[in-house]
C-alpha cells in the first residue's frame, strides 16, 4: 500500500488548509485512516482518525472543533480540513492507514501499518 499526501503549505494564524491522503496499491481493505503529526523538536502524535465502517470519527483534544477528517472509501482518500490553525499546529503531518480489522487503540501508531511520506503545515503568527 503506498500512501500519497498533499496539501501543505504555509499559512497564516486564524487560516485553513485541506490536507488529502490518496492510497493505492494492489489488493487491500482498509479498515481505518489517520493523520498524525510531528512538531519540531517533539515525538510523533494523534491528530485525528476515521473508521471505515460507519464513518466514526475520533480527534485530539487538541484539534477537536478546529479540524474534520473525512473520507472518500471508493477512492480510498481521506482528507484534513484545518481550520483556526494556530502556530502550534505547525508539523509535518502524516497519513496512516490499518489494515489490521480490530482489536488495536486507533490513538497510537501500531494501530497503523502503513504510512505516508508526510505534508509540512507551517502556520505563522
Known amino acids: 500500500v503506498q500512501l500519497q499526501a498533499s496539501g501543505g503549505g504555509v499559512v497564516q494564524a486564524g487560516g485553513s488548509l485541506r490536507l488529502s491522503c490518496a492510497a493505492s496499491?494492489?489488493?487491500?481493505?482498509?479498515?481505518?485512516m489517520g493523520w498524525f503529526r510531528q512538531a519540531p523538536g517533539k515525538e510523533r502524535e494523534f491528530v485525528a482518525a476515521v473508521r471505515w465502517a460507519g464513518g466514526q470519527t475520533y480527534y485530539s483534544d487538541s484539534v477537536k472543533g478546529r479540524f474534520i477528517i473525512s473520507s472518500d472509501q471508493r477512492k480510498n482518500m481521506v482528507y484534513l480540513q484545518m481550520n483556526s490553525l494556530k502556530s502550534e499546529d505547525t508539523a509535518v503531518y502524516y497519513c496512516?492507514?490499518?489494515?489490521?480489522?480490530?482489536?488495536?487503540?486507533?490513538?497510537?501508531?501500531?494501530?497503523?501499518?502503513?504510512w505516508g511520506q508526510g505534508t509540512l503545515v507551517t502556520v505563522s503568527s
Open positions: 496499491g494492489r489488493s487491500f481493505t482498509a479498515y481505518r
Open positions: 496512516a492507514l490499518s489494515t489490521y480489522y480490530s482489536g488495536r487503540n486507533l490513538y497510537t501508531e501500531p494501530a497503523y501499518d502503513n
